[in-house]
Structures are given as C-alpha cells and as structure tokens.
C-alpha cells in the first residue's frame, strides 16, 4: 500500500468516525435537553411533577413511591450530570477531529489529491445559518444548562426544610455540573483564539507571497520592441 493509500483510507475512516460522533451528539444533545426541560419543570413545581412520576410508575409498576420522591430528584441530578459530561465530551472529540481531518486534507493535498472537504476552502462560504446553529450548539446551550441548574439547586434546598443525604448529593452533583460547563466553555473559548491565531497567520503568509510576487513582477525587465 502506497503512502497516498494508506492516508487516504485513514481520512475515510476517521470521516466515518466523525459522522458517527456527530450522529452521537446529537443524540445526546435531544436526551440532555428533555433532561433539563424536567430538570427546570421538577424546580418550577415540584409537587405537580412528583405527582405525575408516582401516579405513572404506580399504574405501570404497581409500586408506591411517594416517600421516594427524594430520591428520584438525586437520581435525575445524576442523570443529568451523565448526559451533560458525555456531551461535552463528545463536543470536544467532534471539533478535535475536524483539526485533524483538516490535516490529513493538507496531506492528501501534498499527494496531489485535492481534497478540502472538511479544510479551509469548505469554511470560506460556510452559510450564515450554520454558524447560527453552530453557536446555539456550543455557547447558548451551555449557558441555559447553567442557568437551569442553579436555578433548580437553588429550589432544592428551599423545598426540602432539612438538609438530608440526598440534597447534599445533589449540592454535589451541581458543583461537578457547573465544573464541566466551565470547562467546556475554556475549551472553545482557547480552541477560538487558536483558530483565529492560525488563521491570522495564514493571512500574513499569503499577503507575503502576494506582495512578494508584486515586487518580482514590477522588477521584471520589460522586453525591447
């Protein structure tokens, strides 16, 4: 197997990667918000949404868990935490592997393959809808997780009139949660400023060449009529 062979079933298999990670966060991005739509509802009115978790497991189950309403409020802060570190986890893999497949283009393009799926050339007309998208996905989305979670922590403990074992874990599950958000909000903050660096770069480097060209083309000797 040639060297053009070997990279270029490797950029093939990390876009199926891809895909597949893409297909992934979204998935997670669906189940984390109707996570977090329960989360802010169980905050707003807690006993309406404790009332209908009971009545639907005691009609399907035939279990009371009236007294249990606690725990059910610990175990979605856990699944909230869950689904919120493997979105953002899955976030971070996804915009790593748009990097790398922009530097596997840059080598199938030394192979002479052009190819710039995923590369510079795919971000100069990128459409002002996806950007749109791409900014709910990453910044609002993070901010409105925020927001929920205070509120529904800050709800916890004016609900409950002692602290017990389970509002504690709670306090600590939000803690890891908010944790993660900041993290995740460094990442692209430091990931933006790198990409504008890089593309700062690029610039002066293209304007040398042009200006560089200019100069060679002004100084060229004219040819005698």
Known sequence: ????????SHYNETIAEHKECIKSRNSLFIWLFITLSVVVMSAITPESIATIITTVVRENYKVDITSQINILQTALWIICLYLTLRYYQRNIQIEKQYSYLAKLEEQLQKENLNIDREGNDYLKDYPWVCDYIDWLYKWL??????????YKIFQDFNFNQSVTVCLVTNAII????IIADIGYLAYLIKNRNKNQEMHKKELSLTNEINNSMKIKKKNYPKRKQ
Do not use: D, Q
């Not at 197997?1 to 990279?7: A, P, R, T, V, W």
């Open 1 to 8: 197997m040639s060297n053009l062979e070997y990279i270029y």
């Open 141 to 150: 989305f993070p901010l409105l997780h925020i927001l929920s979670i205070i």
């Open 174 to 177: 939000f803690i890891l949660c």
